[in-house]
């Protein structure tokens, strides 16, 4: 996780944008009008809202603009669900979400925003909110959001969730590990992945680690047998890749939804025992949506967000993601034990932990090295 000290290249952002609809969003001047629109949202009965909010994205001239770190292959699908729903055509900029930030803060730092909704990892959607920049939906699709995903400013809209995963022909059944503190013993020397950039997953078992007993010392001594034992790759779809052929044995963590998608298309790979029931504590990480403040079409934006908390989540369960709400069929933590992911603290320190786990794998071989 990497979302503080930034810096800005425009040419890097547009490199990273993916179009859908009409392509990017093209910035236009702050527009003042949007706090009247969610105002008047805002103020009508919840049964009201979303009709007021049709008749005005028609206004607006039934357009969108997206920016999210939704990778390609579910970006498209739902902004194309969203658009069968409304026929407001949208525009998507995709990129990780240090870059779906940096372009967002250097747009409003501009005032010139490009976009009118922002759905992203926790980490991002916390700096937009404390910068201003978000407005507060309140409508009906926050009913059956629990406590644990509604934030100040924005609304978590589905989840990441960390487990280990394994190439099934190259981790025999029963040899897999059953905890976080497996991935410390000898027998996985050099079989072990890590992502470079998995500072909140280190945060999290190193807290849970400490609440659970552990002295500094002995968690000390664990990461550095697990760093011993490992090589480093950037990027969780990349990690993946490498383990659906092989090149590698084991990711000591990557994301639920990636290798139950990898798995469903025949890689020999899994995030579960035989037994279908993992024994090692998931943490699950919000992604969240959230509207800006000075929205092109803000009723637009207020839209898709009603949308992607309401109808959108069955849209994500069908795309293999884990949503934020409880939607019938949705099977994606089926055998997992969800233990809760330090929001908080990261939100507070997560400079300091970056730092941490980097000097934790300073040093090691990059796989395919």
């Not at 501009?110 to 409508?139: C, Q, S």
Request: aromatic share 8%; net charge negative.
């Amino acid at each position: 996780m990497r979302t503080r000290n930034l810096t800005f290249s425009v040419s890097g952002l547009l490199a990273a944008t993916l179009v859908a609809g009409c392509g990017g969003g093209v910035p236009g001047s702050s527009n003042s009008d949007a706090g009247e629109v969610y105002g008047r949202l805002k103020g009508l009965a919840r049964t009201e809202q979303r009709a007021r909010a049709e008749e005005l994205a028609g206004e607006e001239g039934k357009t969108l603009s997206l920016y999210t770190s939704m990778t390609a292959d579910i970006a498209t699908p739902t902004a194309e669900a969203f658009e069968k729903k409304y026929g407001i055509r949208v525009s998507v900029f995709r990129g990780n979400s240090e870059t779906v930030l940096q372009r967002t803060l250097q747009e409003q730092e501009a005032g010139r925003p490009g976009a009118d909704v922002v759905e992203t990892n926790f980490a991002e959607m916390v700096i937009l909110a404390g910068k201003g920049h978000l407005a507060d939906y309140n409508g009906s699709g926050l009913d059956k959001v629990e406590a644990a995903g509604k934030f100040d400013h924005w609304t978590a809209t589905r989840f990441n969730v960390f487990q280990p995963a394994w190439n099934t022909t190259k981790i025999k059944p029963g040899d897999e590990p059953t905890s976080w503190e497996d991935l410390a013993l000898p027998k996985y020397r050099g079989k072990i992945t890590v992502e470079v950039s998995d500072s909140d997953w280190f945060e999290n078992v190193t807290k849970y680690w400490l609440e659970h007993g552990k002295s500094q010392a002995e968690v000390d001594s664990l990461w550095k047998a697990i760093a011993a034992n490992s090589k480093v790759a950037k990027g969780h779809t990349t990690m993946m890749q490498f383990l659906t052929a092989g090149q590698t044995s084991m990711e000591a963590m990557n994301y639920t939804y990636i290798t139950s998608r990898a798995a469903e298309d025949g890689a020999p790979v899994t995030h579960l025992p035989a037994s279908g029931v993992s024994t090692i504590p998931a943490f699950a990480r919000p992604n969240g949506v959230g509207m800006i403040k000075g929205a092109q079409h803000p009723a637009a934006a207020w839209l898709f967000c009603d949308w992607l908390l309401t109808d959108g989540q069955k849209t994500l369960v069908d795309l293999g993601l884990t949503p934020s709400t409880k939607v019938p069929g949705d099977n994606s933590v089926a055998g997992l034990t969800l233990v809760p992911f330090d929001v908080e603290g990261l939100s507070k320190d997560d400079s300091v932990w970056d730092k941490k786990y980097d000097a934790l794998l300073r040093g090691a071989d990059t796989v395919g090295r």
